[in-house]
């Protein structure tokens, strides 16, 4: 029984863990685009990983643990 337990909560945890950095990415990139317009995905993707990691390891998984 723990283990089904284990499951739905690693489940839950994936689910909004996932559903959390979908949400990051589209408006870090959304508030980029008009910045970046033009530019090689490098370049964009360059500019949108600082803060998405700044925004998974102190905003997204803080909160899907604190959830899940």
Not at 25 to 45: D, E, F, K, M, S
């Given at each position: 029984?723990?283990?089904?337990?284990?499951?739905?909560?690693?489940?839950?945890?994936?689910g909004?863990?996932?559903t959390?950095?979908?949400?990051?990415?589209?408006?870090?990139?959304?508030?980029?685009?008009?910045?970046?317009?033009?530019?090689?995905?490098?370049?964009?993707?360059?500019?949108?990983?600082?803060p998405?990691?700044?925004?998974?390891?102190?905003?997204?998984?803080?909160?899907?643990?604190?959830?899940?």
């Amino acid at each position: 029984m723990t283990t089904i337990r284990n499951l739905a909560r690693h489940g839950r945890f994936l689910g909004l863990t996932m559903t959390g950095a979908y949400a990051l990415i589209n408006a870090i990139l959304g508030l980029a685009q008009p910045l970046t317009q033009g530019w090689p995905v490098w370049q964009t993707t360059l500019i949108a990983v600082p803060p998405m990691v700044l925004g998974m390891v102190y905003a997204v998984v803080p909160l899907a643990r604190r959830l899940g």
